[in-house]
């Protein structure tokens, strides 16, 4: 497989929300706006690319018996790490984030990718399948955040072209699937093609 | 087995340790830029603030204030107070003058739904109603339960919650009033 094809595999083929189905709760939790969607994409994007890489290097002399272990504590000291950097240099960030960067732990697209790529991969093509992946997470949360933001809030990335209220639903869970379930139809119907 | 996992355990924690220790810092200092900040909306501009937090047990809880004085004499109180909104605690500063007059309310954290309750936040015509609001005069409850707070649409627990975290705060300082006298 080409280099350029690792990373376009995660755009399209193995988009990881609308086609892997992963990681499904900060998908829906967090993509009330567009720059949140994206903030917590490129968060994502941040592990993935950095545990991918550090996996595929131990995976050959991990022990078969304890390689989930191990996997999960690697992935659980990045996501610390950048918990503790947001809330040091970009505390607004945090603020909004909060509670879903911790649980970037538990986010199966992370773990999915360190026992299907990673672990059988060199560390060039471990994290180019991370950066693949993680501009698949990120175009998808922000293209959800983007469509929930216009129905609403009456705005895109914060700029409002519509006064007053948008269809609140859309903003609250409801709104989330309701969402996800339409874009998911649009992109495998055109993906087909 | 044992010792793989152990050494990876070993190297993580390290690693952990050290950007614990390197972010220690910015994250105090991010904090207390945060409250500096938050102590200059809800205080008036005249007087000096002292940013060291005081405690105070009002209610059965245990409440963070701080003290503004104007050539010795206290002059304003900031009060951390927080109460259970729609989505989880509602917490604010609310800068109360002598006499119970609200100064300024502003939401330190909250997770109000967005879009709805988290308006608590932005809402300029919902928080605004709350500087210089007189306790003697008027009452700190939303307009549907008898008050004259006008409420966030479609929000009411949030704008209650609000509502009463600024009541409890007046309350508070009136408390420490009492104590100093």
Not at chain 1, 177 to 192: D, E, W
Not at chain 2, 17 to 26: D, H, I, N, S
Request: charged share 15%; proline share 3%.
């Amino acid at each position: 497989m080409s280099k350029f094809s690792i990373i376009t595999r995660g755009l399209v083929k193995e988009n990881p929300t609308f086609v892997l189905v992963l990681g499904m709760c900060p998908t829906l939790a967090t993509t009330t706006s567009a720059m949140n969607g994206l903030e917590m994409g490129l968060a994502t994007m941040f592990v993935l690319i950095l545990s991918n890489i550090v996996i595929s290097l131990i995976a050959p002399v991990v022990p078969d018996k304890v390689h989930i272990p191990v996997y999960i504590v690697v992935i659980a000291t990045f996501v610390t790490v950048l918990q503790l950097l947001m809330q040091a240099y970009v505390p607004q960030v945090y603020a909004t984030l909060g509670l879903f960067i911790p649980l970037i732990v538990v986010n199966c697209i992370v773990l999915g990718r360190a026992e299907a790529f990673a672990g059988k991969n060199g560390a060039l093509d471990s994290a180019l399948d991370g950066i693949g992946i993680g501009i698949g997470f990120t175009l998808s949360l922000t293209v959800i955040g983007v469509v929930r933001e216009i129905l609403g809030s009456g705005s895109v990335f914060g700029w409002k072209f519509i006064a007053g209220d948008g269809i609140l639903a859309f903003v609250m869970a409801p709104g989330a699937f309701l969402v996800m379930g339409y874009l998911m139809v649009l992109f495998n119907k055109l993906a087909k093609k | 087995m044992a010792a793989c996992l152990t050494g990876v355990c070993l190297v993580c924690s390290a690693i952990l340790g050290g950007v614990y220790a390197m972010t220690k810092e910015p994250i105090e200092e991010a904090s207390r830029k945060a409250l500096l900040e938050a102590l200059a909306v809800v205080l008036p501009a005249e007087g000096e603030v002292n940013p060291e937090a005081q405690f105070i047990e009002f209610d059965g809880k245990n409440y963070e204030y701080y003290v503004q004085t104007l050539d010795t004499a206290v002059v304003c109180w900031a009060v951390k107070s927080a109460v259970g909104g729609f989505g989880g605690p509602l917490t604010l500063l609310v800068g109360v003058e002598k006499g119970g007059v609200v100064h300024a309310t502003r939401v330190l954290s909250h997770s109000e739904t967005p879009g709805l309750g988290a308006k608590c936040e932005t809402e300029a015509s919902f928080i605004d109603q709350f500087k210089g609001f007189d306790t003697s005069v008027k009452s700190l409850k939303v307009r549907k339960d008898g008050g004259d707070v006008d409420a966030i649409t479609a929000s009411t627990i949030t704008s209650r919650a609000y509502a009463e975290a600024v009541s409890n705060a007046v309350k508070v300082v009136k408390k420490i009033q009492e104590e100093v006298q």
